[in-house]
Every structure is written in structure tokens, then in C-alpha cells.
């Protein structure tokens, strides 16, 4: 499987960014990290293919929403009210099998990263 990301950019705290993450295939479970300077890798968001279901980080709850097209093997991850502390590197990540609810969120269960794409998110 193979992921590239695109969409990042430099935008104002409120606004609004689309990321999108050209898939190769159909990974079973395709999700969303981030790294901000300094700091771990975290969890953002993740869709699972096998139940349709959607899962996000609690700081993202509410504002973020991560959708596919299968007709364009692409996922995306809306971001709307960004906040300063939404500035990172975010990563798309997949993996070709599905994983137990509880491995969703943890970085070791993706077996295929993206590149990164920055975002930017000025107070």
C-alpha cells in the first residue's frame, strides 16, 4: 500500500483545511496521526472498512471529520475551528488487515505511512 498526502498549509485559528491521502488499494483500516515539534506521534482519527465506523482523538472530536472516496481510493480528514494547538505534521497511515477496536489508536498497529504534510495553524 502506498499513501500520499497533500493539503497541508498556513491558515488562520477558525479556519477551515482538507488533507486527502491517495491510497494505492483498500486498506482495511486507514487513519489520520500527527507530530507536533517536540512531541509523540498521536492519533487523530481512524475508519475502520470492515464495520464503516469512524473514531477520533478527543481533542479533535466535534471539529474533525475523516470520510473516503472509494471511487478515488482517497481519504480525507476535514479540519474545521482550527486551534494553534492543531499545528503538526500530519501523517495518513493504513493498514492492509483489520485490527481489534482497542489497536485502532496506536501508532504500531498501521503497517504503511504517508509522508506528512504540515499544518500550520496561526493564533
Known amino acids: 500500500v502506498q499513501l500520499q498526502a497533500s493539503g497541508g498549509g498556513l491558515v488562520q485559528a477558525g479556519d477551515s483545511l482538507r488533507l486527502s491521502c491517495a491510497t494505492s488499494?483498500?486498506?482495511?483500516?486507514m487513519g489520520w496521526f500527527r507530530q507536533a515539534p517536540g512531541l509523540e506521534r498521536e492519533f487523530v482519527a481512524t475508519?475502520?472498512?470492515?464495520?464503516?465506523?469512524?473514531f477520533y482523538a478527543d481533542s479533535v472530536k466535534g471539529r474533525f471529520t475523516i470520510s473516503t472516496d472509494n471511487a478515488k481510493n482517497t481519504l480525507y480528514l476535514q479540519m474545521n475551528s482550527l486551534k494553534p494547538e492543531d499545528t503538526a505534521v500530519y501523517y495518513c497511515?493504513?493498514?492492509?488487515?483489520?485490527?481489534?477496536?482497542?489497536?485502532?489508536?496506536?501508532?504500531?498497529?498501521?503497517?504503511?505511512w504517508g509522508q506528512g504534510t504540515l499544518v500550520t495553524v496561526s493564533s
Open positions: 497511515a493504513a493498514r492492509a488487515s483489520d485490527v481489534v477496536l482497542s489497536a485502532l489508536r496506536l501508532r504500531n498497529s498501521y503497517n504503511y
Open positions: 488499494g483498500r486498506p482495511a483500516v
Open positions: 475508519f475502520r472498512r470492515f464495520t464503516n465506523s469512524k
